[in-house]
């Protein structure tokens, strides 16, 4: 596929690199990396990570290898391409695997381990406060535009003092900077509640990783905002995310619904989408080009981005909330409408939409291509599954 914009994918450090394998070369072998449970039938994550190896590997005609193993899968034997349950922190290590571009992964790379998580999103609470090395103020200020109000903290006094000046303007949400699913956050609206979701957190952990302090919105929606890259197909997409109720009572992840189209993020922009919906993608656009430039050493293959839109007041905002530069909710959607490019080079656009139900015995729908089903050790039941819901070849 010609590529009909200009990338804004990333970047490997000038002279630090190996040269980069022909993309297209054959004898190309698909591993999985950070997970030991991919072949466990009660492991939702590990199966779901194997499936998806699985469909990487079909789309791009390379050969699928199973978990990486450093002693059977040598760089010197030939291409590895990976693909990591998480974002890979340290440009080093990469390199050690023979990971040299974003050609090389599905997923991403980062210098520093706090880059790939929510820590990012917002800057400091004064110019003095704590942060890693690698810190970007620069970034911060760059996204400010595109995010909601908030601040990271890395010490308790920090988050202390950045929750109380929010908590003039309304309700803060508390965030863990690694958590997933809406996990790990908590509502505050006074002092004392902030004081004691902060005193609920070890301390130490503040320290090492952060702890984000973001505008409260209510009658929230979440978009997808991304763009995904194997081989030689490249897209992008924006869309819907939906919530799911699991076997402990609590609204969940539930999938997500995709408008996907050959191309950069820019290039999504010249599709006619509904004004949410393009503020959205300019919102995650920005995000994503900032975060390249920034942080130097990032390479990113796949990148999804969630952009929330409520109203915090009664005044209406619309910001990204954070990054996922690995394997995520919506990856089997963006396969699907991969394949579909691949099958009818002249298919442009797709729908295609992804589906977490909390239960095994479920009627699946005609053409769903299941990622997991059965009872997960630790949630219980659940079916996962994607579906290519339509597709157009630009006119209709």
């Not at 920005?286 to 990113?300: E, K, S």
Request: with cysteine; glycine share 10%; hydrophobic share 40%.
């Amino acid at each position: 596929m010609a590529n009909p914009g200009k990338r804004v994918v990333a970047r490997a450090v000038p002279d630090e690199m190996p040269a980069a394998v022909d993309p297209q070369s054959r004898d190309v072998r698909v591993v999985l990396y950070g997970r030991d449970d991919c072949d466990m039938a009660d492991s939702h994550q590990g199966m779901t990570l194997k499936a998806i190896g699985e469909r990487v590997a079909r789309l791009a005609d390379y050969t699928f290898a199973g978990c990486y193993d450093a002693a059977a899968h040598r760089p010197a034997d030939g291409r590895l391409y990976f693909v990591p349950a998480d974002t890979l922190s340290g440009v080093a290590s990469a390199r050690q695997l023979g990971i040299a571009t974003h050609q090389d992964l599905f997923g991403g790379v980062v210098p520093h381990a706090f880059i790939g998580t929510k820590a990012i999103t917002h800057g400091l609470v004064a110019p003095d406060a704590p942060a890693p090395a690698g810190w970007s103020e620069a970034f911060a200020a760059r996204v400010r535009p595109h995010v909601l109000p908030g601040f990271t903290a890395f010490s308790v006094r920090d988050a202390r003092h950045a929750g109380r000046k929010m908590l003039r303007g309304g309700k803060v949400r508390v965030k863990e900077t690694s958590g997933a699913g809406g996990h790990g956050q908590k509502v505050v609206g006074s002092a004392a509640e902030l004081d004691a979701a902060l005193d609920a957190i070890d301390p130490s952990c503040i320290e090492q990783v952060g702890i984000v302090l973001e505008r409260n919105l209510d009658d929230v929606t979440t978009f997808s905002v991304g763009q995904v890259e194997i081989g030689e197909w490249l897209a992008s997409y924006c869309g819907t995310q939906s919530l799911t109720t699991n076997h402990a009572g609590e609204k969940v992840y539930g999938g997500s619904t995709l408008r996907v189209v050959r191309g950069t993020l820019a290039d999504l922009l010249a599709h006619p989408i509904e004004a949410h919906l393009r503020c959205a993608v300019q919102a995650a656009n920005a995000y994503h080009a900032a975060a390249v430039d920034c942080f130097r050493g990032t390479l990113v293959s796949r990148c999804n981005y969630d952009v929330a839109m409520g109203t915090a007041n009664g005044l209406s905002m619309l910001g990204v909330l954070e990054q996922s530069w690995r394997v995520g909710g919506a990856t089997g959607a963006e396969l699907a409408a991969l394949a579909a490019f691949q099958a009818d080079p002249r298919c442009r656009r797709a729908t295609a939409s992804t589906r977490e139900v909390y239960r095994a015995d479920i009627t699946l729908p005609a053409g769903a291509e299941v990622y997991f089903q059965g009872e997960d050790r630790s949630v219980g039941a659940l079916t996962k599954y994607a579906i290519l819901e339509s597709v157009s070849d630009g006119h209709t």
